[in-house]
């Protein structure tokens, strides 16, 4: 399944319909929770202090929940009218904005405490059109410029997304770097398949001169409650199996062809010896074995009981 940023822009791919979707998936709130709270931990904001934060590619307001209810303050800005209108819906807290953010912001000057974003910085790495305005390079320099600006002195922007290459990590952290940007690229979990995430992080002012924190190593704790969570579920299947098993065994089967047998014999006395067989053993009978009905068939079809086939050893 390709990547929604390699299907069409994001005004047209997330439409009433997508959007809707995207906002009611139980498995995508969870995942933007984790990633929101994963960025305002890298973004290492002094503690019990308020904050002025802009939300970049905020979406239906997933992430801006988040920011409400750690105690701050935001602003959201999306390129998709559909998810600002889902947002609206929902009530969010943040005040919101319909941008392109490959066109650059507006905002004064030192406006933001700090900034996060979460899986959209991948959307301007696609071209789309052929004018040179649109190239992934100019699209980027437009924003982290204006990104910096509206930034006050220092602060902190993280941004989580889903490169496809290291040549696009190379591309949009020496663009950062060039608008005045400090930092780098954290990668948690990196041997992972399922709970790699990259995170690029950008520091304005005396927080350039900071190192980029470490990844988070190991597997993800949320991986580990997701197999936990099933793994109760696989014990019951396998205990149910076992009991079946354990049931219908070969004592259970000897057990049920001697009441069968004995049922048989006393209801129907022409009859020697029958075996209540499947449709499966039926297929297979060979040339010793043929297919006899009991003549009492039609009064058992009469009191609705199941009247089945028998092998007649001959």
Not at 100 to 121: C, H, K, N
Not at 163 to 184: E, R, V
Request: proline share 6%.
């Amino acid at each position: 399944m390709s990547r929604p940023e390699l299907v069409a822009p994001p005004e047209i791919y997330y439409g009433d319909t997508e959007a809707t979707k995207y906002t009611n998936n139980s498995r995508i709130q969870q995942i933007q929770a984790d990633m929101t709270y994963r960025a305002l931990e890298l973004l290492n904001l002094p503690p019990e202090e308020p904050a002025f934060l802009l939300d970049i590619g905020c979406g239906s307001g997933l992430s801006g929940e988040i920011l409400t209810e750690e105690g701050y303050e935001w602003v959201g800005m999306d390129v998709a009218p559909s998810m600002l209108e889902v947002a609206l819906e929902r009530e969010v807290e943040g005040d919101l904005f319909l941008q392109d953010i490959g066109q650059g912001m507006g905002f004064r000057p030192g406006s933001f405490d700090g900034a996060i974003s979460i899986s959209v910085l991948q959307w301007l790495l696609n071209a789309e059109t052929s004018h040179p305005t649109s190239s992934p390079p100019h699209r980027l320099t437009r924003f982290f410029t204006t990104l910096h600006s509206a930034l006050r002195n220092p602060s902190r922007a993280i941004f989580q997304f889903y490169p496809t290459s290291d040549d696009q990590i190379q591309l949009i952290t020496s663009i950062a770097q060039k608008a005045g940007f400090g930092g780098g690229v954290v990668v948690d979990y990196p041997n992972s398949k399922k709970a790699r995430k990259v995170f690029l992080c950008l520091y304005v002012g005396s927080g350039g001169g900071q190192q980029a924190p470490k990844g988070l190593e190991g597997e993800e704790q949320e991986v580990d409650e997701s197999r936990a969570r099933f793994e109760s579920r696989r014990e019951r299947v396998k205990k149910g199996d076992k009991k079946r098993k354990q049931i219908k065994g070969k004592e259970w089967t000897l057990r049920k062809k001697e009441v069968c047998t004995t049922y048989w014999c006393a209801n129907c006395p022409r009859l020697t010896f029958y075996s209540v067989v499947s449709s499966t053993r039926e297929r297979k009978c060979t040339s010793r074995l043929k297919i006899h009905w009991p003549q009492a068939q039609s009064s058992f079809l009469r009191t609705g009981s199941r009247a089945k086939p028998f092998i007649k050893l001959v």
